[in-house]
């Protein structure tokens, strides 16, 4: 009997506590203001949402043919305030261009002109223009003709036409490098990346044919084949022509191309910002000697008799 009346004793105790606890927690709430209530609202509504936008982007899948590498961070010599772009290195990226990608890109919307005072001298900038031929015309007998280029002329694209072109590259079109590298600190890496990072597909992924394998190209399966190797060309300068040096060179030149004027932007920023901070100081002191007196006067009301 003693357990028994032990155990009835703490049920009913337990249900005690429990109604207490559950009017304490009803009464609080009815309690409480407008604003606690509206904010308690608030914070159920943003977590039901939170889960239910995870739940979203769970469901989704993830597929491994969407899957890219992303490129390293390198320490290139022109970034920086203070940096310039290496021309000896532009000059290198230059013969790697013209005898290893001229072959298939272009760069249209380069003249030999804008080469003269960067990495070419004047003369070798003519000596370029004048080793291809532009076609011009018509003359007078309105036939169109061929001639030797001059520095105002802009390189030749290595096609005819853009059919040539996909004829030559099983339906695709090489794309033109003169802006391949935009205006952004940082995009030099993907293209030194890429030109290094052929190499064999892994399990799981198939490549056609006509197709190779860069972990760093969007899908991984890029039309173009591997074209740097060591020692493919060599340099007038001397300098080893390993693979990531000739990557290097055709990254940095294709950020001149991107921008020739690169350097120039970079000086002329720096002279605005000297002048805007010389500028600051001297009004500021303006400020400080021409408004002196109305900022140190008092303003005293009399009455009148």
């Known amino acids: ?21 559950t009017q304490q927690a009803s009464f609080s709430f009815k309690s409480a203001s ?39 961070h390198y320490k290139w010599s022109h970034h920086g305030m203070f940096s310039s772009i290496d021309m000896k290195s532009v000059r290198r990226g230059y013969e790697v261009y013209k005898q290893v990608c001229a072959a298939c890109h272009s760069l249209k919307y380069l003249a030999y002109r804008e080469m003269v005072g960067s990495f070419l001298s004047e003369d070798e900038a003519k ?27 802009y390189i030749p694209s290595p096609y005819k036409n853009e059919e040539a072109a996909k004829a030559a590259n099983n339906g695709a079109v090489p794309p033109d490098l003169t802006y391949i590298v935009p205006g952004v600190e940082g995009e030099e890496n993907y293209i030194f990346s890429l030109l290094t990072g052929y190499c064999d597909a892994p399990a799981g992924v198939e490549v056609p044919e006509d197709g190779h394998f860069n972990p760093y190209f969007t899908g991984g399966v890029i039309a173009m084949a ?56 001297v009004s500021y002191y303006a400020k400080r000697h021409y408004f002196t007196v109305l900022k140190a006067r008092k303003i005293a009301l009399r009455e009148g008799k």
Not at 1 to 21: C, D, F, I, P, Y
Not at 127 to 151: H, Q, W, Y
Request: glycine fraction near 10%; aromatic fraction near 6%.
């Open 34 to 72: 407008r604003g606690k209530k509206a904010a308690y609202g608030l914070l159920g509504a943003a977590t039901v949402g939170s889960i239910g936008a995870v739940g979203a982007a769970l469901a989704f899948p993830v597929l491994a043919s969407e899957l890219e590498l992303h490129p390293p």
């Open 226 to 281: 591997e074209a740097l190797y060591t020692d493919i060309i060599e340099y007038s300068d001397g300098t080893p022509a390993t693979k990531s040096q000739l990557a290097k060179d055709v990254a940095t030149f294709l950020v001149w191309t991107s921008m020739p004027d690169y350097d120039d932007r970079k000086k002329l920023a720096l002279k605005i910002l000297g002048l805007l901070g010389t500028m600051m100081f």
């Open 127 to 153: 000596e370029e223009a004048k080793s291809v031929m532009i076609t011009d015309g018509p003359d007078d007998n309105g036939n169109m003709f061929e001639r030797p280029g001059k520095l105002a002329d």
């Open 1 to 21: 009997m003693a357990a028994v009346a032990g155990r009835l004793s703490r049920q009913a105790l337990l249900k005690t506590k429990s109604l207490t606890n």
